[in-house]
């Protein structure tokens, strides 16, 4: 008999809340996780199916409401997606004695040798245990922990480090990357197990911790920081509302919640008290939506933590846009009572996108399941309404609406939510510019420059991938990431590179992020490049709110070695406070002042003075941007050191510049300095 609704069923042997063991029937969604199911929504279920099975549409419809109430009020189970391993393992030189290991233990594991095998491996959400095995490979292995530690925190799960007895005196560095455990060799087999079961039981821990229930309880379904549904559970839940037989129309509306200046406040307080905060934010909506008496429906409403500082409101048919709105007014006034953590007031405004379910299809006659597709447009809807919200003042309701430019709207909504996820699979790159020493005419530095390699888009400008960044709040993450990259990729690259000296950016909210220069110096450890051929460029225009922090961390960071420039320089209202109040080793003049070098005598007087007064103060001065021989030849005249820009030659990659430089600096060595013909 054909399946009504296109679904697919399974059976799970399980436990029910009274510890009568029951089997549970799963079906009505294609692909739906197998579930170990409390023995009230595992009847339901049931019923759904034999009333599919006699082709009662409207009744299973309603059964399966009352089923995914109870899955909304966190009564729904663990679901567990079939043949899915809940560890995984990484080992480059060890994978066929680890595969042994724990067949023979009777383990769920997968063993894979490839850093991609391991990321894509991780990126279901049911595996929360990982072991990356460093023996022997302990670059390769520590290069794995970084970039899986941060999957790692996010679902808190465990990250196990096998390391040589020759690397013992690394654990620390190790723990720095991201990892839960360490185990040192030698060990035999049982203490592998067992320290195995000890990262499993790390993770029921967790969960304890941050749900208040019994191990048995999924956290996949939850936020291990807030406690309300996570942004997996909440989308899975609006996937059923939408397939779900239904005369509602609007069928459901998303609310999509941005808390302003998260950043800021993260920089400023630090991660504990931005937490505490995200707890407080969580607690006042969750209690702004259950006391809306206006909003009674059918089905429960939800409020999911979706990232960083966005929450989701869904709020399922009968509900009237009205109805939305009204909650919107309601919950920017929650946001009028400051936050009060420990000894700090804070005050935060929020924005708000609403997305409206009534153009999305619906199941027609036939029963055909609405695919996940119809979610996907409605968070993107929201998301798009978002970005209208976002650049008004706080407190500002948008309504997605189809109009001109929505289409573009729309794409920068979704470029949010592939930030996020090329943040964790490679799809950043790194390209390197030149800089020229003048008095030699030789390349002695390159600036570290990212690129967005999109999967469908292609590759997307630096200015395209930082406007995105701002928006959706991930900005010093971004900035994170692509430092640790640079660094990577420079260690990775061919000797004749080796001694350049490489620049690499920061912004004044990365200088103000608590434990930036642990981190910066922990990846120089980790990476094994060295300080002295790091160079920090600063923007200036960012620097002028946070001077003082700015400075104290910069001091940090020249401790280490490290050189730090000013970028952009001469754009700013506070230029020549930056020279006297900053620790600067270089200064780069701002393009459109090397423009000036063939303008006018007032603007070269200008220009002069300000090259004059940083080699006063002992600092080196770059010219950037410089286009042509007539710009270099005047950079020169006016005492500029360095220069970067096309008149050398644009970014490449790392293969292409050490070419490049080994041309370039073989012609530099047989012609007389400055070079400045083209």
């Not at 929360?128 to 022997?136: K, L, N, P, Q, T």
């Not at 909506?285 to 909003?295: C, F, G, H, R």
Request: charged content about 20%; glycine content about 6%.
């Amino acid at each position: 008999m054909a399946r009504p609704y296109g679904s697919t069923s399974g059976a799970v042997d399980g436990r029910g809340a009274t510890g009568v063991r029951v089997t549970v029937t799963v079906s009505m969604v294609p692909n739906w996780p197998l579930a170990r199911a409390k023995s009230t929504p595992a009847r339901l279920w049931q019923l759904v199916e034999r009333l599919e099975r006699a082709l009662l549409s409207k009744v299973a419809g309603r059964m399966q409401a009352v089923a995914l109430r109870l899955m909304a009020q966190n009564d729904w189970p663990p679901m567990l997606k079939a043949n899915n391993p809940a560890i995984l393992i990484f080992s480059p030189r060890y994978a066929r004695e680890l595969e042994a290991v724990t067949v023979e233990a009777g383990l769920d594991a997968a063993v894979v040798r490839t850093l991609e095998q391991a990321l894509a491996g991780f990126a279901t959400p049911e595996t929360r245990s990982i072991i990356v095995d460093a023996r022997g490979a302990f670059v390769a292995g520590l290069g794995a922990a970084r970039e899986l530690a941060l999957q790692v925190e996010a679902r808190r799960g465990a990250l196990l480090v096998l390391l040589s007895k020759n690397d013992a005196e690394a654990e620390s560095t190790v723990g720095r990357a991201g990892a839960t455990h360490v185990l040192t060799s030698p060990f035999s087999n049982s203490q592998l197990v067992s320290a195995i079961g000890f990262s499993q039981l790390h993770v029921e821990r967790l969960d304890n911790v941050a749900s208040g229930r019994s191990v048995d309880s999924d956290a996949s379904r939850r936020d291990p920081l807030t406690g309300l549904a996570s942004a997996a559970h909440v989308r899975g839940w609006l996937e059923l509302i939408l397939a779900a037989p239904s005369d509602y129309d609007p069928r459901a509306i998303l609310l999509i919640v941005a808390i302003g200046r998260f950043g800021q406040l993260n920089a400023a307080y630090g991660r504990n008290v931005a937490d505490a905060v995200l707890k407080d934010v969580a607690a006042r909506l969750q209690a702004v939506v259950s006391a809306s008496a206006a909003l009674e429906t059918v089905e429960p409403r939800m409020v999911a933590r979706l990232a960083g500082a966005e929450f989701a409101l869904v709020l399922p048919g009968p509900v009237r846009l009205s109805d939305a709105t009204q909650l919107a007014e309601q919950v920017n006034a929650v946001f009028e009572d400051d936050f009060i953590v420990g000894d700090n007031r804070i005050h935060l405004g929020c924005r708000i996108g609403i997305a409206v379910a009534d153009s999305v299809a619906k199941p027609a006659d036939s029963h055909e399941v609405v695919s996940a597709e119809a979610t996907e447009v409605l968070f993107r809807q929201a998301s798009a309404a978002l970005l209208q919200a976002r650049a008004r003042e706080p407190g500002s309701i948008e309504v997605f609406q189809s109009a001109p430019g929505a289409e573009r709207i729309l794409r920068m909504a979704g470029l949010e939510t592939d930030l996020r996820t090329a943040l964790v699979t490679n799809q950043l790159e790194m390209v390197f510019q030149p800089q020229v020493e003048i008095s030699s005419g030789r390349i002695v530095g390159a600036e570290a420059l990212v690129r967005w390699q999109h999967p469908v888009l292609g590759q997307l400008s630096a200015e395209t991938l930082l406007e995105v960044a701002e928006s959706a709040e991930v900005a010093v993450l971004l900035g994170d990431r692509i430092r640790e990259l640079a660094l990577s990729v420079a260690v990775a690259s061919n000797p004749d590179l080796h001694d350049l000296r490489m620049s690499i950016n920061a912004t004044a909210a990365d200088l103000a992020a608590e434990g930036f220069v642990e981190a910066m110096v922990g990846a120089l450890v980790q990476t094994g490049f060295p300080p002295d051929q790091l160079m920090i460029e600063v923007t200036e225009g960012d620097l002028i709110a946070n001077l003082d922090v700015a400075a104290a961390t910069l001091q940090r960071l020249r401790a280490h070695g490290i050189r730090i420039a000013l970028d952009d320089f001469g754009t700013g209202y506070s230029s020549l406070a930056y020279l006297r109040a900053l620790p600067l080793d270089f200064v780069k003049i701002d393009k459109r002042l090397v423009a000036d070098f063939g303008g006018d005598s007032r603007d070269r007087i200008v220009v002069q003075s300000i090259i004059e007064m940083a080699h006063g103060l002992g600092m080196c001065v770059m010219a950037e941007g410089v286009e042509n021989a007539t710009q270099l030849e005047m950079a020169a005249a006016a005492g500029c050191d360095w220069y970067q820009g096309f008149h050398c030659a644009p970014a490449m990659s790392a293969e292409a510049l050490a070419v490049f430089v080994k041309s370039w600096n073989a012609d530099a060595a047989e012609q007389p300095a400055p070079r400045i013909a083209s």
